[in-house]
């Protein structure tokens, strides 16, 4: 079966520096998404890695090793408006989304 | 920035009332998706709509829901007799394409459907 596992909750001080990890495996491969969902609200996106290595987007970073089946997201100096989900999400063979249960980030003052 | 917008925000129906969620996706883009999240769980898909069929369906979708692109540019998801465990929220989104990276998901703010 096609699997994503993300850890379901972590907590982080403001002003550091925290990593989710995601690992995956899902028939085929095509990318891997990370979306920002906040309490309530819709997903966005965040990045998309198709190739091994790291993307780097302003706080926030991506990498993927597509021979471990592992991502993780970074995000450094945190601010208190990162409190929200992180959503993993891998495109399979069929170019259809998998989706992790998403990790919840907790920043504390 | 375009948006894929959603009505209702809310709506609450007694058990066994049909249920229309209506989306108006992005207007250049060509794949359409309906996904729903259980509260406090992960988020799951429904249905993707291209070229005016189902591309694609999961288990969740069965013969209780339809979806329609009714005209160029609603795309409505109805739910035929609706159940206590259908109380979710439900997101729409749309995407330029789907064989690319370019297949980013733009979401809608998502409709709140409680049954009672």
């Known amino acids: 079966g096609q699997n994503i596992d993300q850890p379901t909750e972590m907590t982080a001080t403001e002003g550091a520096i925290v990593q989710i990890n995601c690992t995956y495996q899902t028939s085929g491969f095509n990318g891997l998404f990370w979306y920002q969902q906040h309490a309530g609200e819709a997903p966005t996106f965040l990045s998309y890695?198709?190739l091994d290595g790291l993307e780097e987007k302003g706080r926030f970073s991506s990498f993927l090793s597509r021979s471990k089946g592992y991502s993780y997201l970074l995000l450094k100096e945190l601010q208190m408006k990162d409190s929200a989900s992180y959503l993993c999400?891998?495109?399979?063979?069929?170019?259809?989304?998998?989706w992790g249960a998403g990790t919840k980030l907790i920043i504390k003052p | 920035e375009p948006e894929v917008t959603q009505t209702p925000s809310h709506q609450v129906t007694q058990m066994g009332q049909e249920v229309i969620l209506r989306c108006v996706p992005i207007?250049?883009?060509?794949?359409f998706y309906w996904y729903r999240q259980i509260l406090g769980q992960k988020v799951e898909f429904l249905v993707s709509?291209?070229?005016?069929?189902?591309?694609?369906k999961s288990e969740i979708f069965d013969d209780q829901f339809s979806v329609e692109r009714p005209d160029g540019s609603n795309f409505t998801l109805k739910i035929r007799s609706t159940k206590l465990e259908d109380s979710a929220m439900y997101f729409c989104?749309?995407?330029?394409?789907?064989?690319?990276?370019?297949?980013?998901?733009?979401f809608g703010a998502g409709s709140r459907l409680t049954v009672l």
């Open positions: 890695n198709v």
């Open positions: 999400a891998v495109s399979d063979s069929n170019y259809q989304l998998i």
């Open positions: 709509f291209y070229n005016n069929e189902i591309s694609e």
């Open positions: 989104a749309s995407s330029k394409t789907v064989a690319s990276g370019a297949n980013v998901l733009t």
């Open positions: 207007s250049n883009h060509l794949y």
